[in-house]
């Protein structure tokens, strides 16, 4: 299900029978057609157990069930919004930052100590962005929220990209990351958390960057 860039902070959605569309409650800005909007106690595509797994991670932003037919407009709180379209792959993003999404896409949440170690687990406290993130996987678009609009920073082979922690938006591909360390370096080229830590992204996939370090 596509989504149609109306402007910077706004989206288009069509939405047609059998098909279902999920989004942050409240997003929804006008719509035309015969279409629903359900709160979801679900958790979306993945059920109960998915719930109860961001529940635990501190990943309980509110979800309503899209159905019916027509198109529908979403927007919040005025953020720039960026289109990703996944293939496949896994999308790894804040779940405060999700607008709306692909039913079709399977929800999850992935401990992002388990890849930083202690280092990951630190990550969580430097944010305020929680030890656990969502994960959309399949093949479908989702719309997410930035400060001040996105930028997208390749990540390749043997060319690690380091991101502010606060500017951190997302991230998709066969990515690993690690929160490392650098004396003087919040104090000379960054802002945010007060503390000298960057968020390291290495191997093959992309990260979303967005040019603030404000929370939503």
Known sequence: MPFREINSKMVEATVSPGQTLYSQRGAMLAYN???????NIQGGQGGLMSMIGRRVAGEATP????????????????HHIQVIQLTGDTLYVEADRLLAFDGSLQQGTMFMGSQGGVMGMV???????????????????????AHGGV??????????????????????????NKLSTALGWRDMVGRGS???????????GVVYVQASEEKL
């Open 123 to 145: 990550r969580g406290q430097v944010t305020g962005q929680g030890l656990f993130t969502t994960t959309l996987a399949g093949h479908g678009a989702v719309a997410v929220m």
């Open 194 to 204: 007060g503390e000298a830590f960057q968020l390291e992204l290495s191997g093959s």
């Open 151 to 176: 930028i997208e920073l390749p990540i390749t082979p043997g060319r690690a990209v380091h991101v502010d922690p606060q500017a951190y938006v997302a991230h998709h591909g066969d990515v690993r």
């Open 63 to 78: 979800l309503m069930t899209v159905e019916g037919n027509g198109t529908v407009m979403f927007g919040h709180g005025g």
């Open 33 to 39: 057609g015969d279409v629903s909007f359900t709160p």
